[in-house]
């Protein structure tokens, strides 16, 4: 629970997920601090583990390997072509790990992505795109809206969403001054530029969620 927290999470929650008292809570994490599990945070403001610290790996119940499943499985269907097999791999991994008892919520889970009906082909190599965020670098291109009407582009790209059957990217918009979310299948002529954007990538990306949260927009 602490590792998946991006914020400190406070007693009650674990708590509350837990199904015990907080002071159980208060006792447990004060061993854990005596054993030195480098957490700190104190009662009543939130716990918060060292994202260093290196913890063994736990094994997976039932319905955390069908959650797996079921998003490698989607990813296969609807990812681009490199994040398509390394879902695949990933899910090859998965198998190969598990106890044979548990294999079988791999090779034969009670959920499953459908094959998606339709799927816009990209305008835009989302692989390098990805990199590109990772980069922090611009992109350019021509991008044509519902109507045909093209206009030139250079943006600044933080996200990809992965939708139903088309693929967005979020990203400043050099033009708009302003956020914008661009359709893959509707870009064309895409130049990977050497210019970097003039914000780093993890504070465009905070910029960009502030921004949709202010609309409400409820976010991964």
């Known amino acids: 629970m602490l590792r998946r927290s991006r914020r400190p999470v406070t007693a009650a929650r674990l708590a509350a997920e837990l199904e015990v008292t907080q002071r159980s809570i208060y006792r447990d994490v004060a061993v854990l601090m005596a054993q030195r599990v480098p957490i700190r945070g104190e009662a009543g403001v939130g716990y918060v583990l060292d994202r260093a610290f290196d913890m063994p790996p736990l094994m997976l119940t039932p319905d955390e390997l069908e959650a797996a499943v079921l998003g490698t499985q989607w990813v296969a269907e609807r990812g681009d072509p490199a994040l398509a097999s390394a879902a695949r791999d990933l ?130």
């Open 91 to 220: 899910l090859a991994k998965i198998a190969a790990s598990v106890p044979a008892h548990l294999r079988v919520f791999v090779t034969a889970p009670t959920v499953g992505a459908p094959v998606p009906l339709t799927q816009h082909a990209d305008g835009v190599d989302i692989a390098s795109v990805r990199r590109c965020i990772r980069d922090g670098k611009k992109l350019r291109f021509r991008y044509e809206d519902e109507d045909g009407v093209q206009t030139q582009r250079t943006v600044w790209p933080v996200m990809i969403g992965y939708a139903e059957s088309v693929r967005l990217i979020a990203a400043w918009c050099e033009l708009r001054q302003a956020f914008r979310h661009f359709r893959a299948d509707r870009i064309r002529d895409p130049e990977f530029l050497d210019d970097l954007a003039d914000v780093r990538p993890r504070e465009l990306l905070a910029e960009w969620r502030a921004q949709l949260g202010e609309r409400g927009v409820r976010l991964p």
